[in-house]
DNA sequence: TCTGGGGTCCTAGGACCC
DNA sequence: TCTGGGGTCCTAGGACCC
């Protein structure tokens, strides 16, 4: 296939990586007599995750529910999912990239970007030739079909990996980024959204490069800081760094569930603390501890209102943090709203190791420590007989009569402990 | 005591992404 | 996709301090 494109005018490129219908992909991949048919993942849900292209050619999306995949197409194949499988492939698939570019970021579980500046003289081969033989590697060890885009910054990468959607290989080089801008919307650049494309209609920017040939002062002039730094990567200044790391360290970690609006006052706090707990089991299974705490409510109207608690001792132990989620919620609280979200996040998170190496040393003569072995035994019960066998008895009311938004299945806890 | 300017830090809420 | 869940980063405004 011709890429007619100048592959010399590169004084610097970045590559961007992206699996197409990652986890039905995996499972074509692990399961051939799946190949060449409508594949969905989701089962567990009740509502689809990923789809085959061979379900996309049907009209399957993303979010419809599964019961109504299974009456209007009786043939797909209906999976549930499996995220360590897809972990698996993921960590695969990146350090087949590695082998041919060292800097990689691992966007998400089925993205990545590389640096591939120097790259073409040291491997003595084209970014095409660096492109197709990454995407050879891959389909030949892995059985996955990715898109790779090749350009100037990430943002251009991007919309170069885009272009063409499965399997595909596009390079832009600088004097051939205002043909693939003129013809993609605003609103499909890369950190546009909804609002930032609202607001760039109301000034008759319609097209990526309608936003790339806007002078400076008129960036600076009507947008933020955001979109300033987006203007320069469409036009080939490269801004965001490659940042090579491995995604499986947290800056901050959250639960939510949302239900039908209610200002239940009872209901809302159990909600709140069985979100704490799932949240808290998350970071001690990561082996983290929080030094703050966000409790955060929605409203109706889709409005958040958080308040932040900041803890003396970094901790993961809903024991000890179930009282400042108690304040928090007083705080948010009113009586006359109804809400229909509530979660909680746990954020400046460090390493449980290093703290306590720094400062107890291990010591279960303390609080921290006693409080340390005690859930590592409830943890391990919640594992072996599922994740709500212990709660706090604060979170019971959550199977109080709140009926749940549809394809959302909450376990009801089995028994709840009050840990003293 | 008042006025003013300017810097930093913090926090609640937004916007966006996959 | 009339809005699910889990992340990251930015910003406006207040508090506080010279």
Redesign the pocket.
């Known amino acids: 296939m011709p890429y007619p494109i100048n592959i010399h005018s590169f004084p610097q490129a970045i590559l961007h990586l992206d699996a197409n219908a990652f986890f039905a992909s995996v499972e074509q991949a692990v399961n051939p007599e799946l190949m060449g048919k409508p594949v969905v993942v989701g089962k567990e849900r009740g ?1 689809v ?1 990923a789809v085959s292209y061979e379900g996309k050619a049907l009209g399957i ?3 419809m529910t599964i019961r109504e995949v299974q009456k209007k197409f009786p043939e797909v194949i209906i999976l549930n999912s499996d995220y360590e499988k897809y972990s698996l492939y993921s960590i695969k698939m990146f350090d087949i990239l590695k082998k041919f570019c060292p800097i990689v970021e691992e ?5 990545a970007f590389a640096d591939l500046q120097g790259l073409r003289g040291y491997l003595h081969q084209s970014y095409e030739t660096i492109g197709l033989n990454i995407k050879e590697t891959i389909k030949r060890a892995l059985g996955i079909k990715v898109s790779i885009g090749i350009s100037l910054t990430k943002v251009l990468a ?1 919309i170069a990996s885009n272009y063409k959607k499965p399997d595909g290989l596009t390079l832009i080089s600088g004097r051939e980024i205002h043909r693939y801008l003129r013809d993609l919307p605003v609103s499909e ?11 760039c209609e109301k000034l008759g920017i319609y097209s990526a490069l309608d936003l790339a040939s806007a002078s400076e002062e008129f960036i600076r002039k009507h947008f ?3 979109v ?2 987006i203007w320069l990567e469409l036009r080939g200044i490269q801004v965001y760094p490659v940042v090579a790391s491995t995604k499986d ?11 039908v609006p209610t200002e239940d006052k009872e209901f809302l706090l159990a909600q709140l603390a069985f ?1 704490l707990e ?2 808290c089991f ?1 970071a001690r299974q990561y082996g983290l501890l929080a030094k ?1 705490l ?1 409790v ?1 409510l929605k409203d109706e ?10 803890m003396s001792l970094p901790s993961a132990y809903p024991k000890e943090l179930l009282p400042l989620l108690t304040q928090a919620f007083e705080r ?1 609280y009113k009586k006359e709203v109804k809400f ?2 509530v ?1 909680v ?1 746990l ?1 400046d998170l460090t390493s449980k190791r290093v703290f306590q190496l720094s400062l107890f040393k291990r010591d279960h003569s303390n609080s921290q420590g006693c409080l340390e072995t005690l859930y590592r035994s409830v943890d391990k019960i919640n594992i072996k007989y599922g994740r709500t066998t212990l709660v706090h008895g604060v979170c019971l009311p959550i199977t109080k009569e709140k009926p ?5 299945s909450l376990k009801i806890p089995l028994l709840s402990i009050n840990l003293t």
């Open positions: 509502i995750t999306k993303r979010g966007y998400s579980i089925d993205e991007k650049v890369w950190g546009i959204g909804p609002q930032r494309a609202a607001l933020s800081k955001p300033y730094e360290q947290y800056k901050s970690l959250s639960k939510a569930l949302s239900f979100n799932r949240a998350k703050r966000i955060f109207e889709f409005q958040t209102h958080s308040f932040e608690i900041k948010l229909r979200q979660g996040i954020a749940l938004k549809k394809g959302s």
